[in-house]
């Protein structure tokens, strides 16, 4: 809503060129749970080893710590031999091992086994037979489970990213894994590319293209590489957000004049105005359970952020520190809202707490926008202009640890994180 607001939704500040996304873990706090992750038997023979990529997804959560693992031999394969009493020597609460062996039909089988070190007990054991190359991805099903198993929370590194990004004079909207790496492009052109959505079921991408010299909204399927118009009525369409079942779309137009929220079916079709004002209306975002629609409005004087029920009516105003909050997104338990907030000049991430209004200031930047959260909830990824460009940033929720994923060329704008994986 920075740029988007200030210009109707249209304004665009410069994209930059696509390079791989690597993480920096820049703060964290709180106490870390010890975590020795051993190195899978078998997997220096393989493309891609698998418990690095465990251990660093771990590790980038700021919740967990790693202990040293050098140095340990024989490197335990099976339950029986585990010695327990030295890790916990080690200070370690939980041990991870496992093994990578090849199939006769070309494939790997990957098993893993987790442990409780202070109770000597299995948390966990599982097996996955999958080719080489998806031996990656492979690595991040593993952490999700561990993570799963200590916190009691879904994990989310078997999810996808999107984010926009300019490589010469061609923009790409490019879909990576959550850790910025197996980054592609699913789409390319020579005109801007912004606000990308992600379906419910993550089979889908919306998104509003420039290619008719107008800003249009598009969904694309990732799948089949086919897109589809939704919206190119007279005048601006923009700010794509999916209804909870997918069916649907709420887009910002201003084919009456001025920018309004509606609903338009997302195969496209005839749009149903929501909300019928004099102001700018825009940036709406359905609550999880799809009763609700948040939004941003200026109605009041200056922007700020409303909600109101999905089918429209009366708008109940949710923020009332300062004269600039915008970019409304609902959490996935829908009880709280991540937003930008202007103080003294600078852009920040909030979150505001529904029921009580609280708001909770999470970034420190001077530049922040475009707040996504994890489908979990327990991470916000955001756009952040670093030294005059932008990069992609995470906080938590409770703002205890900070990310940012960094980029070695260009500008990174207008990330999205997809939801869980359905298999």
């Known amino acids: 809503m920075i740029r988007q607001l200030a210009a109707c939704l249209l304004a665009l500040a410069a994209l930059g060129a696509r390079a791989q996304l690597t993480i920096d873990i820049t703060t964290s706090g709180g106490r870390q749970v010890p975590v020795a992750i ?23 959560t700021g919740l967990f710590r790693l202990v040293n693992t050098v140095g ?97 004079t061609r923009y790409e909207l490019q879909v990576a894994d959550a850790d910025g790496a197996n980054a592609q492009a699913v789409l390319a052109s020579n005109e801007p590319i912004i606000s990308p959505a992600w379906s419910p079921d993550g089979s889908r991408i919306a998104y509003v293209s420039f290619d008719q010299k107008k800003p249009i ?64 209306d825009t940036e709406a975002n359905f609550s999880p359970d799809g009763k609700w629609i948040a939004f941003t409005s200026d109605r009041g004087g200056s922007p700020q952020i409303y909600r109101m029920p999905a089918e429209g009516g009366p708008a109940q105003r949710l923020t009332f520190e300062g004269t600039y909050n915008v970019r409304p997104r609902f959490s996935p338990d829908g009880k709280s809202i991540a937003f930008v907030q202007r103080e003294s000049g600078k852009f ?38 670093v030294g005059g460009r932008g990069q992609l940033a995470a906080v938590s929720s409770d703002g205890r640890v900070r990310q940012r994923l960094v980029s070695s060329a260009g500008d990174v704008r207008d990330p999205a994180w997809g939801p869980l994986p359905t298999n």
Request: net charge neutral; glycine share 6%.
């Open 38 to 60: 051993l190195p899978f038997a078998g997997e220096s023979a393989q493309p891609q080893a698998v418990s690095p990529v465990v251990g660093a997804d771990l590790a980038r």
């Open 72 to 168: 340990v031999s024989p490197v335990p394969t099976e339950p029986s031999e585990v010695n327990f009493v030295d890790w916990q020597a080690r200070a370690s609460e939980a041990l991870v091992i496992g093994k990578v062996e090849p199939q006769a039909d070309g494939r790997v089988e990957v098993r893993f086994r987790l442990f409780d070190v202070q109770k000597q007990s299995q948390l966990a054991s599982f097996s996955y037979v999958v080719a080489p190359a998806q031996l990656r991805a492979t690595a991040h099903r593993i952490a999700d489970v561990i993570y799963e198993k200590l916190t009691g929370e879904k994990g989310v590194f078997s999810t996808k990213i999107t984010y926009v990004v300019k490589r010469g």
């Open 217 to 280: 909204v598009v969904v694309q399927n990732l799948a089949q590489g086919t897109t589809r118009v939704v919206a190119s009525f007279w005048g601006n369409n923009s700010a794509p957000a999916w209804s909870p079942d997918g069916t649907r779309l709420a887009v910002t137009l201003t084919k009456d004049d001025i920018a309004q929220i509606y609903a338009i079916p997302a195969a496209g079709g005839e749009p149903r105005r929501l909300t019928v004002t004099p102001a700018i």
């Open 348 to 385: 920040r991430i909030a979150v505001l707490e529904v029921d009580t209004g609280q708001v909770t200031v999470l970034t420190d930047g001077t530049l922040d926008d475009s707040p996504t959260y994890a489908p979990n909830g327990k991470m916000i990824l955001y756009e952040a202009q």
